[in-house]
């Protein structure tokens, strides 16, 4: 890459946080990709949601709240970008309402992200994107496993005998053999369910499953232990259902479930993911519309999407 062709945020010791245009982070929006370490990603598409509505506002949301984002992390000790050039991409096409039309769309738009070499973090839309993201994922990198935080495991066969909603896109990745399984965890699932043999669902897979009660009983650092051993140095990708989080720090979302995480358990999560081979990411599930005043939910989306990005330059650092 050449040193002009570097995209980073705006000078905020110039240009204050609160003027310009809301890209994520206030970067330039590029699509040429040519050069580009990341992109972010908007699929505001929520025509799979079976309960609440409205994620289609999450790519804006998220964007106006990622304002504050500076350069340097310090918790992982990476300045973004003196390693990374990153852009907003903007958002790909969909046709609200038509859900397979959209999931085609988005498999094509992602495909070009992902054929470019820059690493995509995807801002949804509901989960069911995860399933068009993971097809345009395994077209290049094969099956890959699968890092999944959501309190539910969005693995069951069908919703109103539909079987593409929020709540099926990774029975169709499993069935597709878009998921390395043996490699793949899913992560803080709880709430009540429909029946006892929902809760085996993950394991009938082949996916490890760290349950919320049983995250809580062993830890996060416990956690990130397990889901590093089962993933290896493969590909992986990282799926993060806002829902995981507990409803008192993130309640703008479809299918809230007490008894989560906090807004520090998760990004310890994350954070907890450096060092992997991680080719993705997509955050899901956020709801701007039912976000109280203040928009905590669209904040700890921004700084999870923060914390993706951070990873990103991290690995890119220890390559070079
Ligand atoms: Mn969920
Ligand atoms: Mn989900």
């Not at 043999?197 to 990130?224: N, R």
């Not at 039912?290 to 700084?303: E, H, K, M, R, S």
């Amino acid at each position: 890459m050449t040193p002009d062709k570097r995209y980073r945020p705006i000078d905020a010791m110039v240009y204050p946080r609160f003027s310009g245009i809301r890209t994520f982070m206030r970067l330039p929006y590029v699509t040429d990709l040519t050069g580009v370490d990341f992109a972010v990603v908007g699929v505001p598409f929520d025509t799979g949601g079976t309960f609440r509505v409205g994620a289609r506002f999450g790519p804006e949301g998220i964007r106006s709240q990622s304002t504050l984002l500076r350069p340097y992390n310090p918790a992982l000790k990476v300045p973004i970008f003196d390693i990374c050039s990153g852009v907003d991409y903007g958002d790909l096409p969909v046709i609200p309402g038509y859900l397979p039309e959209s999931h085609k769309q988005i498999t094509e738009g992602a495909a070009a992200v992902f054929a470019s070499g820059a690493t995509p973090v995807f801002l949804g839309g509901d989960h069911s994107v995860s399933l068009p993201l993971l097809r345009a994922a395994a077209g290049k990198h094969g099956p890959v496993a699968l890092i999944h935080f959501d309190s539910h495991s969005d693995l069951w066969p069908a919703y109103f005998g539909g079987k593409d909603t929020h709540g099926t896109p990774f029975r169709r990745a499993y069935e597709e053999g878009l998921l390395d399984t043996a490699r793949s965890s899913q992560i803080g699932l709880r709430g009540s369910l429909y029946d006892e043999s929902d809760a085996l669902m993950t394991t009938e897979v082949g996916m490890q499953l760290i349950t919320g009660p049983e995250l809580h009983e062993i830890g996060v650092k416990e956690t990130i232990r397990r889901v590093k051993e089962r993933v290896g140095d493969g590909p992986a990708y990282v799926t993060f259902d806002i829902d995981f989080v507990d409803p008192a720090y993130a309640p703008a979302t479809g299918t809230p479930e007490v008894g989560g995480f906090t807004s520090a358990q998760c990004l310890q999560l994350v954070r907890g993911l450096a060092g992997l081979n991680l080719i993705g990411f997509d955050l899901v599930e956020v709801m701007p519309p039912y976000d109280p005043q203040g928009n905590v939910t669209c904040l700890l989306a921004a700084n999870l999407v923060y914390e993706f990005i951070s990873l990103i330059a991290l690995s890119r650092k220890n390559k070079t």
